[in-house]
């Protein structure tokens, strides 16, 4: 059996973990810069009058009226409480496959003589003890069902956030209430392509259509999610993240930018990240793609956007040769007279660092090169994000970041945004 642990309003149920006084309250997260509603709680899901993923500047007087309370994004937040989530899901079962930031599957092939019903609640209850946030639990013998399960624990009162379809009685009503659209890797082509057939329940997918017909239209994927509804385990749990194939990143400036100073600073800091990233998966990157535009959604700029890739003549992970290289990049793409929204960085054709091909006219890259970057990396692990920078991210952060003047205390990495309890207060 596995179970499929997913927090619920994973973003919103953070912000509230720390603000009891927000419990039972509207409580909506932001995307970056403050531009639309990316996560909402229950209760600002209730309130129908409030479109989700509008920008914010348009709706802000609907949200002041309804007293909603307003986030910006707090990642390093998130990130963390996420950890302690996997962190709790660990006593359960050695095998655990981190699916996303808010959600996990857990092997539960051992329990054979256990209780699955008090095991979820206990699963669920351990982890709102030891974390603050809320879960639903699905339990199934298929990931496919898993998932399955663990939306009808959100959406079915009864369950109490706990779902077990143990039995093939079960299975087969969960999935003739189920309607095609709400199983896991149905998206709307395949969703309209099977209403037109007349098929609209999940229940009708798996026992109605024949494999033929799914092999036929929906390929090796559909086959599996047919497979796996009919309770055939076809997608085995991933302990291991996969490797990246790609590694990017890009974030708007707090507000436009004309200086190309400042944009090299930003496509430097950028540049750090995305590195970080690479040398933790032990790879190299031969491309470098940096791009630059302005804002398309603006009337009153003038609009330019361009982007260029270039080649290394030996794959690295070096943030110092990532940052020389892509800055030579940004300066053949800049063009004067524009105000820029928003620089990015993109690192690909990834190999693994130990079979990188050697240039024969460059020297080989130094060992004091890889001991360096690997002191800057235990540092920055050690004292926090960006603690050691290359010097070419400069010190003038503040005026390119994003706006997050909405964002709640890093209440669990800062020690100087830790939370404070008034003892006085009776």
């Not at 509230?16 to 990316?38: A, E, H, Y």
């Not at 209440?411 to 006085?424: A, P």
Request: proline share 3%; charged share 25%; aromatic share 10%.
């Amino acid at each position: 059996m596995i179970a499929l642990v997913d927090c619920n309003s994973f973003y919103a149920s953070c912000e509230q973990v720390f603000r009891p006084d927000l419990w039972g309250k509207p409580v909506v997260v932001l995307s970056n810069n403050d531009g639309c509603i990316i996560a909402a709680n229950k209760e600002a899901k209730a309130l129908t009058q409030i479109p989700m993923f509008e920008p914010v500047f348009k709706i802000k007087k609907l949200l002041v009226d309804h007293h909603v309370e307003f986030f910006s994004s707090n990642y390093t937040l998130y990130g963390e409480m996420s950890q302690r989530v996997m962190n709790t899901l660990k006593q359960f079962s050695p095998n655990v496959e981190i699916y996303s930031i808010d959600e996990s599957f857990i092997d539960l092939a051992n329990m054979k003589f256990v209780d699955l019903n008090t095991h979820g609640h206990l699963i669920k209850n351990t982890i709102l003890r030891n974390t603050g946030l809320p879960v639903g639990v699905g339990v199934a013998p298929t990931k496919v069902l898993a998932k399955l399960a663990n939306r009808m624990s959100k959406k079915i009162p009864g369950y109490n956030h706990v779902c077990v379809l143990d039995t093939e009685e079960r299975c087969i009503q969960a999935l003739k209430d189920a309607v095609i659209k709400d199983v896991w890797g149905i998206g709307k082509k395949h969703c309209q392509r099977l209403n037109n057939r007349g098929v609209f329940t999940a229940y009708q997918f798996a026992y109605e259509v024949s494999l033929d017909w799914v092999r036929k239209h929906m390929t090796v994927v559909g086959e599996r999610i047919w497979r796996e509804l009919r309770g055939e385990s076809c997608l085995s749990l991933e302990m291991l993240p996969k490797a990246k194939k790609a590694i990017g990143t890009a974030k708007s400036f707090g507000s436009k930018l004309t200086d190309l100073g400042l944009i090299e600073e930003a496509c430097a800091f950028y540049i750090s990240e995305v590195s970080e990233v690479l040398r933790k998966q032990n790879s190299c990157a031969q491309f470098i793609q940096v791009f630059l535009q302005t804002n398309y959604h603006s009337d009153r700029d003038a609009q330019y956007s361009n982007s260029v890739t270039v080649t290394l003549s030996t794959a690295t992970n070096d943030t110092f040769i990532l940052t020389r290289e892509a800055t030579k990049a940004l300066k053949t793409i800049y063009k004067p007279g524009y105000r820029y929204k928003k620089v990015g960085v993109n690192l690909s054709g990834l190999i693994p660092q130990e079979f990188v091909q050697m240039n024969l006219f460059e020297a080989a890259n130094p060992e004091g090169r890889s001991a360096l970057m690997r002191t800057v990396d235990k540092l920055n692990e050690k004292y926090g994000k960006s603690t050691v920078n290359s010097g070419l991210v400069g010190n003038r952060q503040k005026q390119w970041e994003l706006i997050k003047k909405d964002r709640s205390p890093r209440y669990t990495t800062q020690w100087s945004e830790l939370l404070t309890i008034d003892s006085t207060w009776t």
